[in-house]
């Protein structure tokens, strides 16, 4: 064969190797893959769990942990607590009730905008659906509450400002259910969940 000829096909053999698919920063993926990868990529903020009012349901949360209250018939029923992963959409939560030595464990599972519960256990009073099936509550209103708690102690005087000597001659009592506003300097902003809600400040020792 000619020196020319040899020349001439060399010359088409670079042509086909320089028009070929750049593999440079490719990574071949499998095509099984797709859908997993998609969900990965997807941002999960439609599934963080919100503070805020749930139907009966008054959820708080903090850090990583859920303080709530159910209510049902004008009363305080149970109240809920609970810890989480944020993107968990399924938990396991203890709960008590109001005034009473009924508790036991259940089942929290949140999703967009909404949540279920169902508890475990056969007690009387209010509220006895929860413990039959699995009920949803959807969010209706959103609120920065952190913690909610009960009073523990018999009595605790209520402040107006977070300094001594300003009672307001009112105090919650043991197992009002009050809801942690602010803080401010060793003080507590906080709220009563009543029908005829008390607001006032309360140092953060009395709740210890």
Not at 10 to 20: A, D, E, M, P, V
Not at 30 to 36: A, I, L, Q, V
Not at 141 to 169: A, F, H, R
Request: hydrophobic content about 40%; overall charge neutral; glycine content about 8%.
């Amino acid at each position: 064969m000619s020196l020319l000829k040899l020349q001439v096909i060399f010359f088409f053999i670079l042509i086909f190797c320089s028009c070929g698919p750049d593999k440079s920063g490719y990574v071949d993926v499998p095509g099984d893959h797709g859908d997993e990868l998609k969900i990965n990529q997807s941002s999960p903020e439609d599934m963080i769990l919100k503070a805020g009012n749930y139907e009966n349901l008054i959820l708080a949360i903090d850090s990583n942990k859920i303080s709530a209250l159910y209510t049902a018939k004008g009363q305080n029923c149970y109240f809920i607590e609970t810890e989480f992963s944020k993107f968990s959409v399924e938990t396991t939560l203890s709960w008590r009730q109001i005034g009473s030595t009924q508790k036991g464990e259940g089942k929290f599972t949140a999703e967009k905008d909404a949540v279920w519960i169902q508890f475990n256990g056969n007690p009387t009073g209010c509220a006895v659906q929860l413990f039959k099936s699995a009920q949803k509550l959807p969010l209706v209103k959103i609120n920065n509450w952190k913690i909610i708690k009960t009073v523990e102690k018999n009595s605790i005087e209520i402040s107006s400002e977070p300094l001594d000597g300003m009672k307001i001659g009112q105090s919650f009592k043991r197992g009002d259910v009050i809801c942690i506003l602010e803080e401010k300097k060793g003080w507590l902003r906080v709220e009563k969940i009543a029908q005829s809600p008390q607001v006032g400040w309360i140092k953060i020792i009395d709740l210890e």
